[in-house]
């Protein structure tokens, strides 16, 4: 499959267009629309039995818990050692819900500016990819450095050791971004043309902005309901029931991963359909390109569940694990035994991040081809290895141009929330604070993956597109970023 060279004359692209240069007798429009089947059903089953039993879980916990039990009253003093270790862990978790109470309008308002500032910032990249790159690098950079400093004003003015730390912290990742933005500054040019060929599949594809607000709705939806059934489970008196919350915390874990997978898997299919269905040195189609994403979009929910499900799920156990350890960790007073738990967090940290390299790559062939997800990675794995393995590098630089992006989005939403709640003279918890980064930052990378994904596809299409076309030398892909490309590898097979 990926190392098919023939030239298709006359077939039809995604959009059901006549398509020249191809032959009829075989058709490729970068997605398999027919002969696909349920694959990885095992996965399928288990993940949605998954979601059986949380339901039932959760609807257990709202039955017999009780939040108000999270109040303490003041004529019950515990007199045993466990009965005061339950009751302070019982204030500590009333305090995060009091605090989440009384400010979810500003953590809920954080998460609609950083939706509204990443839909513009895609935006803005569509059009200006180039200049809006270095913007992006520069505001990162401000934004990080501006917050910081806020945030080390308002710690030592309200003696809040939090945001001392937040402060110092942030001005460290701003040095460092930094640092690596002059040490990739040559490489950006190359990256911005990437981009520019990911943006123009955005451009045929709009709908796919529709799925990333949905994707976000779905998961803020999700996680609003986990969040108060693990408050239920807490307060259920039947410790056996109590410990359900783990299987909760692995559940979120998993099916958090299982919604940014589809994301993917129907970006990918979407910059895969409209790049092999432009003619070789065209970029312009009409923008009639609702189809393709949507039927990507639905056939990650069914055929490729299995698949998505799989490739989630090993994340999932990572996390879950990681979790756990930290759990340990916290609870240890051996300082042995807490490195010994950071060493193999580290580790841990090491394969998480080999499977999410895995996993989009993956996502972009089952999003094509329909493949299991063994096989999506076995095939990915050998186009990548034979054509463009050196181009990695380039993909990399993308992620981190994103992340910088994120970055900025996150600390312009966070300094705003920050100010609001300062001028007002509300409490900073570190607990707000840390809830406005993380739900600012999810909303803006959910919106930013439509870049993300949509450039690993562009880049997996380019390396499909130099395995079918090699002989005959037509490539799809616009031709200057082909040249700079190949240079890239030329220059690297030199090197090594």
């Known amino acids: 499959m990926a190392t098919e060279s023939t030239r298709l004359v006359g077939a039809k692209d995604a959009y059901g267009r006549q398509v020249a240069g191809y032959d009829s007798s075989e058709t490729f429009t970068g997605v398999k629309n027919h002969g696909r089947g349920c694959k990885d059903i095992l996965f399928a089953i288990l993940f949605l039995a998954a979601v059986i039993a949380f339901i039932a ?60 500032l990443a839909l513009v910032w895609v935006q803005l990249l569509r059009f200006f990819t180039k200049v809006f790159i270095y913007l992006t690098l520069l505001l990162g950079i401000v934004l990080l450095t501006a917050l910081s ?6 710690g030592k003015e309200r003696n809040n050791k939090f945001l001392i730390v937040a402060g110092i912290a942030g ?48 998961f803020l939806g999700f996680a609003a309901y986990w969040l108060v059934a693990f408050v239920y489970l807490y307060t259920v008196p039947d410790e056996s029931m109590q410990h359900s919350m783990y299987f909760c915390v692995f559940c979120f874990f998993w099916f958090s991963g299982v919604m940014a997978g589809v994301f993917k898997t129907t970006v990918a299919g979407g910059m895969a359909s409209w790049y092999f269905s432009r003619t070789v040195g065209s970029q312009d189609l009409a923008s009639d390109s609702f189809s393709p994403a949507f039927a990507t979009f639905v056939r990650s929910w069914t055929l490729s569940l299995g698949s998505i499900a799989f490739g989630t799920l090993l994340t999932a156990v990572v996390n879950f694990i990681n979790w756990l350890l930290t759990k340990a960790r916290k609870h240890s007073s051996n300082k042995f035994i807490r490195c010994l738990i950071a060493c193999v967090q580290c580790c841990l940290g090491s394969i998480e ?81 840390t809830a406005i980064i993380l739900v600012s930052y999810i909303c803006f990378d959910i919106v930013a993956h439509i870049l993300g994904m949509g450039v690993d596809s562009v880049f997996t299409c380019y390396a499909e597109d130099l395995a079918r076309n090699k002989a005959s030398g037509n490539y799809i892909m616009s031709q200057n970023v082909h040249v700079e490309l190949q240079a890239v590898a030329d220059s690297h097979a030199v090197n090594s």
């Open 57 to 116: 879980v959760t609807a257990e916990g709202f039955k017999k818990g009780d939040p108000h039990s999270l109040i303490s009253k003041s004529d019950q003093v515990p007199t045993s050692a466990s009965a005061k270790l339950r009751e302070r862990a019982k204030l500590q978790f009333s305090k995060v819900v009091g605090q989440m109470r009384d400010q979810w309008r500003v953590i809920l308002g954080s998460a609609g500016l950083a939706v509204f």
């Open 149 to 154: 400093i806020f945030m080390l004003s308002v």
């Open 171 to 218: 001005l460290v990742l701003a040095g460092i971004v930094c640092l690596v933005v002059v040490g990739l500054r040559k490489k950006i040019a190359l990256t911005a043309l990437m981009m520019r060929e990911a943006c123009g599949g955005l451009d045929h594809n709009p709908s796919l902005l529709l799925f990333a607000v949905f994707t976000m709705v779905l």
């Open 353 to 433: 991040r080999l499977i999410e390299f895995v996993n989009k790559y993956a996502f972009v062939y089952i999003a094509m081809y329909g493949e299991s997800y063994c096989q999506a990675t076995k095939s990915v794995y050998a186009l990548l290895k034979d054509q463009g393995m050196s181009l990695v590098a380039v993909d990399f630089i993308s992620d981190f141009i994103l992340f910088v992006g994120k970055i900025a989005g996150t600390a312009a939403s966070t300094l705003l929330a920050l100010g609001i709640l300062h001028s007002r003279g509300d409490s900073v918890s570190g607990l707000t604070i």
